[in-house]
């Protein structure tokens, strides 16, 4: 496999992209969990 290296350039253009918190979320958060089960997908 090969290895990918990134510039300064690019490592500084990934970074400008962090929103500085997690995209995902924990199942086993009440909340969420809630929110998920009662989310309808379709009639």
């Known amino acids: 496999m ?3 290296t990134l510039t300064e ?6 970074a400008a992209l962090d ?3 997690s995209q995902f ?3 086993r958060d009440p909340d969420m ?3 998920l ?3 309808r997908i379709h009639d």
């Open 2 to 4: 090969e290895s990918v």
């Open 9 to 14: 350039d690019e490592l500084a253009t990934v």
């Open 19 to 21: 929103l500085g918190a």
């Open 25 to 27: 979320f924990d199942h």
């Open 33 to 35: 969990t809630l929110r």
């Open 37 to 39: 089960s009662s989310s």
